[in-house]
């Protein structure tokens, strides 16, 4: 498990430009001055009733993403990854410890305010696609764009419906598509709404190897040109190299982490600072400001 | 949300889901087709049994005074084409004209002067057969034939009324609206207003009952007389001395069975209607199901809960309104196809099914419905953990208190709105809102009681197939309670429905005159009794009944004069003159040592004085008017003798038997020497009253008889109608419902195909998964169906005595059949829904879940 250390939060100020952001379209990316981590997870434990006792799922986790990282979870069958996804999006919640997304804590949201946090900061892709049955190719990809509030959103849907090589099959329906394409639509809606952060579970998991590929490499590229934070959940060590860092989850613990290091340490002195800096306006500014410039 | 994304977002979110939400809109339109149906029907039905109850008082409306309706008085202002006869009804003595000097043999009759055309409806049977205007020219009369026999007289004759001669122009066979036989005083004599105008009886005018007849033009509708009958009740002057008559106050036999057919009518509308809203929530329920994970995935893209509800709300209601609209056209072809299939209970012409209000009714209440039946399985979208998309097991989000609340509250009120919309009554409103909320939870609770008694119960023992289903049974989780909830409130009412049914109609059945007499004789002389007798039994006359009358007058009540008691009243207020009416006439005593079989003794008890004082015992209403107790001592008047009599009995009598039964009974012996004449009650064959007033006339001229046939014919007929209809538009309800279960159970059953190719997968066979499957649903349908028979015994037992004012039968054999019928239906209805899981690969239903 990662712990903090004078050297590291040293270190990690100074990492930002250092981010493997080259390809991103857009000359300079407006770096906050104070640096508020993109996800924090602090002591963060999440417990299930399972047969009349409780299984730990998720255990003390400690862990700060910046903006802009690429972050893989690994771990076997039942180490806590997709749970460790589900609390960092607010999907679920933590049976004590805290997350923060752009040091902002989320565990005192309602239902609501959760929702409109995913649909301002997040967006998903999952091993099952979870495509809508009812809408087409190009309404799946529209519906966060405009939910969002995006200006031109059609616009929006077409330029990333072309991105991953879907242009003229945005009229099918999810079960007239394969499902590598169908995993691409939801690439593509995964980035419609110009979420900071991406949330990723197992993309890979239910596609054959060359599928898997090109959905990997358009979510990389797209990642790159959006200036996205990423979180990617793989058993697949190969998938988990293309990422700046790699948590290894066991038992609900991390066991180790590889790459990056963190830009900011998880100890009790930083989080306190995290949270001062997230309660002035301008945190909000940050949270929005690599969109802010990408893409536009 | 924008409202033009939400709109386009309902459109997109619908596109996959119309077929599957066929249930829902059949479910919905089902229920609303019966309210249309029954609404169009229950008013044809009621303008058919007005064809007939209006001849008997030959007239839509009757204004009924006894004073002349007063000048400046119109009562057919403001509606058009309303024709109007004028008719002077009083008792007096006629005669024959002198002969050789001697004055002729004289008779007490009633006396009828008609202006206008008469009668409206019915029919007036006359000798010639020809109409009663034309027979009655000023100086002219037509009379029943017993008087020509009594006073020896023949067509052509002169007859001395009011001192004054009128040739006899015809004779009176029948008399439609002569239903009265208690206050009869003698033989009917018809002459014209002009006739009535040329004799000095109107001058004393004491004893003239005026009436009004009105008839409304042809084709309108039974509630617009009603209206016209309440705004002139509201608008006359003096109402105390005016009685406003409708069709259904011309027989106190059907008055209380119209007034019941009518809110049975009500019960109808308001239970398909509450049949069809649990079909929705069940469709909603099992189409939702279906949409967990897309929900996961909108809230998982930002989608607020809320808006997500909203989303399936707009659904619903477009679902409701789809559903309301092929509801209406289904019950406006239901009606149209009616009259064609059956012409005995819906005359050709009484059906009006274009009707725009009715129809926008129809509309408004089954999307009403759509909307609130939906409301609790909807809140289950706030419910639905966005986690699913990554862990389809995860457990649902827990209850907003704040959402249950106001789930809960709009539920209700929705339910209180409608049922009140649809009984037109807040009392009946909140009467049936109460009933179904105390319902549901008594249904939850039980079902709560026996999913855990079987939880607890050992099942080790059991075969494997039995073990599967109770299991299923007990499984965790909200479905299988939530399911016998639902069917057992849908086989409560559709149970309860048919209970009340089969007691109305059956009720209606047995009112049905077919032993009643057909015709009255009075003024029978003591010593004419065993040849009148001897008479009546040649002819073939069955039932033959004979009381005593001996006439009378109150005088006094527990010592207090009759003058007094009437003297302290103002005259002006209308239940004191109904009092003063009752104080003051003639009262008909007779004696008997047991009472007939339509008396039942409320209060006290027969001939049960101990200091042996001479009793006398008093029918409920007779008492109630004059306030009479037990214990009261009433003296009268007989021929001069002051005879003190002690209340000891209060009686209930069924007037609608048409046997004869009397206000006052005296004990016997103590009136047996009194001055009296006999009153008989016979069936004879069908024509032989004519025969046997022949008879009479010839051997026994003082005595008349009074033919009811043609009345019994017309009441039976109007009753037949009623029972038709009751069974008729009782049955259909109870089918409609049977289809919406069907549908429901149907519906949640649909969503057990993963479940289907998951133990197709283990090895199982089709038969296995089919009994596996049956076993289950049947002991579901038993433990709804037993509950909900439990609840419609009581709930019809409600109805049937509080309601209808009728005496409660528990009928076992019926519930029983329910019961089992909820089994047979719901193993039908699931397994019929898991036909296709069941014929397709497994690999096919597991991919697409």
Redesign the interface.
């Known amino acids: 498990m990662p712990t903090a250390s004078p050297s590291a939060t040293a270190a990690s100020a100074a990492a930002v430009p250092s981010i493997k952001v080259p390809s991103i379209e857009v000359p300079s990316i407006e770096v906050p001055r104070v640096e508020v981590p993109r996800i924090e997870l602090i002591r963060l434990t999440r417990r299930l009733p399972s047969g009349g006792r409780e299984l730990t799922i998720v255990d003390a986790v400690d862990l700060t993403i910046p903006a802009g990282q690429f972050v893989a979870v690994l771990g076997p069958s039942g180490s806590g990854k997709s749970t460790l996804l589900a609390l960092m999006a607010g999907l679920d919640r933590p049976t004590s410890g805290e997350v923060r997304i752009d040091g902002r804590p989320i565990s005192g949201l309602s239902e609501d305010e959760l929702a409109l946090l995913r649909r301002h900061q997040i967006g998903f892709v999952f091993q099952s696609f979870q495509l809508l049955g009812n809408l087409t190719a190009r309404e799946n990809v529209l519906l966060p764009a405009e939910l969002r509030g995006l200006p031109d959103p059609p616009a929006r849907a077409d330029e990333l419906l072309a991105a991953v090589g879907l242009a003229d099959r945005g009229h099918h329906y999810p079960s007239q598509l394969s499902g590598g394409e169908q995993q691409r639509v939801a690439l593509a809606r995964a980035f419609a709404a110009r979420p900071p952060i991406l949330l990723a579970d197992e993309p890979t998991g239910n596609l054959d190897g060359a599928t898997g590929r090109i959905v990997l490499d358009l979510m990389t590229g797209l990642r790159r040109r959006e200036g996205t934070t990423l979180v990617l959940v793989t058993h697949d060590a190969a998938v988990a190299a293309l990422a700046d860092r790699q948590i290894h989850l066991l038992d609900g613990r991390i066991e180790r982490a590889t790459g990056l290091p963190e830009l900011t340490a998880a100890g009790p002195e930083t989080a306190a600072a995290a949270a001062a800096a997230a309660a002035t306006p301008d945190a909000a500014v940050h949270a929005e400001s690599p969109m802010a410039v990408v893409g536009r | ?2 409202a033009s ?1 939400y709109l ?2 309902l459109g ?6 119309r077929a599957r939400l066929a249930f829902f809109v059949a479910c919905l339109s089902v229920g609303v087709a019966a309210v249309v149906a029954v609404a169009g029907l229950s008013s044809s039905l009621d303008d058919g049994i007005r064809v007939e109850a209006r001849q008997l008082l030959a007239a839509d409306l009757a204004i009924v005074g006894n004073r002349p309706l007063p000048a400046g008085f119109d009562p057919t202002a403001g509606t058009a084409g309303v024709e109007e006869t004028r008719i002077e009804e009083a008792p007096t003595v006629v005669a024959a004209p002198p002969r050789a000097g001697r004055p002729g043999p004289s008779q007490l009759v009633e006396l009828k002067a008609v202006t206008g055309a008469y009668p409206f409806y019915g029919t007036l049977v006359l000798k010639p057969a020809r109409p009663l205007a034309e027979l009655l020219a000023p100086d002219a009369t037509v009379v029943a034939s017993d008087l020509l026999a009594r006073l020896h007289l023949r067509l052509g004759d002169d007859l001395r009324i009011g001192g004054l001669d009128f040739r006899i122009a015809g004779v009176v066979v029948s008399e439609p609206d002569r239903v009265g036989v208690s206050f009869t005083v003698g033989p009917r004599v018809f002459i014209s207003g002009a006739g009535l105008a040329r004799t000095p009886l109107m001058g004393r005018g004491s004893r003239i009952s005026h009436r009004l007849l009105l008839k409304f033009p042809p084709g309108t509708p039974g509630t617009r007389i009603q209206a016209v009958a309440e705004r002139l009740k509201q608008t006359i002057p003096d109402p105390a001395f005016y009685r406003v008559e409708t069709y259904r106050d011309a027989q106190p036999a059907l008055r209380e069975n119209l007034a019941r057919v009518e809110r049975f009518l009500g019960l109808v509308a308001l239970l398909s209607l509450f049949v069809g809203g649990i079909g929705v929530a069940e469709s909603v329920r099992a189409w939702l199901a279906g949409r967990l ?2 929900i ?12 997500i509800f909203l989303l399936y709300l707009g659904q619903t209601a477009l679902l409701g309104l789809a559903g309301s609209l092929v509801g209406i056209a289904a019950g406006v072809a239901v009606q149209q196809l009616l009259p064609g299939l059956f012409p005995d209970l819906i005359p050709a012409g009484m059906v009006h099914p274009w009707q725009p209000l009715a129809l926008l009714r129809g509309l408004g209440l089954g999307a009403g419905v759509a909307i609130l039946f939906s409301l609790a399985p909807l809140s289950a979208v ?1 419910r639905v ?3 699913r ?3 389809r097991e ?1 457990e649902p ?1 827990p209850r907003h208190p704040l959402a249950s609340l106001v789930t809960g509250v709009t539920l209700i009120a929705g339910i209180l709105g409608l049922a009140s919309v649809q009984s037109r009554s807040w009392l009946l409103g909140v009467q049936f809102t109460g009933g179904v909320l105390l319902v549901t939870v008594v249904l939850a609770a039980a079902a709560l009681l026996i999913v855990r008694a079987v939880r607890r119960m050992p099942r080790d023992f059991a075969r494997p197939w039995l073990r599967q289903g109770l299991a299923a049974l007990a499984r965790p989780g909200a479905a299988t309670f939530g399911a016998i909830v639902a069917l057992g409130l849908g086989v409560l009412v559709v149970l309860a429905m048919s209970l009340v049914e089969r007691r109305l109609a059956g009720e209606f059945a047995r009112q049905l005159p077919t032993d009643a007499p057909s015709a009255f004789l009075i003024d029978i002389q003591p010593d004419q009794w065993p040849g009148v007798r001897g008479l009546l039994e040649r002819a073939g006359a069955r039932r033959i009944e004979s009381v005593p009358v001996v006439p009378s007058r109150l005088t006094a009540i527990d010592g207090v004069s009759v003058d007094d008691l009437t003297g302290a009243r103002s005259p002006h207020r209308p239940k004191d003159r109904n009092r003063r009416w009752m104080l003051t006439r003639e009262q008909r005593l007779t004696y008997m040592r047991t009472l007939p079989p339509d008396n039942v003794v409320i209060a006290g008890a027969l001939w049960s004085d101990p200091a042996h004082r001479p009793e006398v015992s008093v029918e409920e209403s007779f008492a109630e008017d004059l306030k009479l107790h037990l214990g009261t001592v009433l003296r009268f008047d007989v021929e001069g003798v002051p005879i003190d009599l002690v209340v000891t009995s209060i009686r209930k009598v069924n007037w609608r038997s048409f046997g004869i039964n009397f206000s006052l009974v005296v004990e016997p012996g103590v009136l047996d020497q009194a001055p009296q004449q006999r009153f008989a009650a016979v069936r004879l064959p069908p024509g032989g009253e004519q025969r046997m007033q022949d008879l009479l006339a010839a051997t026994y001229p003082n005595v008349t008889v009074l033919r009811i046939r043609e009345l019994l014919e017309k009441v039976g007929k109007v009753l037949n109608r009623i029972s038709l209809g009751v069974r008729f538009l009782g049955g259909f309800t109870v089918l409609a419902g049977i289809a919406i279960l069907a549908g429901a159970i149907s519906a949640g059953s649909a969503r057990r195909s993963h479940e289907v190719a998951l133990l197709k997968t283990l090895g199982m066979t089709r038969r296995g998964v089919v009994s596996h499957f049956a076993v289950e649903y049947a002991l579901i349908g038993l433990v709804a169906g037993a509950i909900g028979a439990c609840g419609a015994a009581a709930l019809a037992w409600g109805v049937v005595t509080r309601g209808f004012n009728l005496t409660g039968q528990l009928e076992p054999w019926p519930l029983a059949i329910g019961v089992a019928a909820s089994a047979a239906l719901t193993v039908a209805a699931g397994l019929a829904a898991s036909v296709r899981a069941l014929q397709r690969r497994p690999i096919e239903m597991l991919r697409t879940e």
Do not use: I, Q
Not at chain 2, 12 to 17: A, H, K
């Open positions: 949300m924008r994304l386009r977002t997109r979110e619908s596109r996959g889901t994970d897309a996961a995935v909108l809230k998982c893209l930002g989608m607020r809960p809320r808006e706030l953990p966005p986690v998309v990554l862990r995860a989000l």
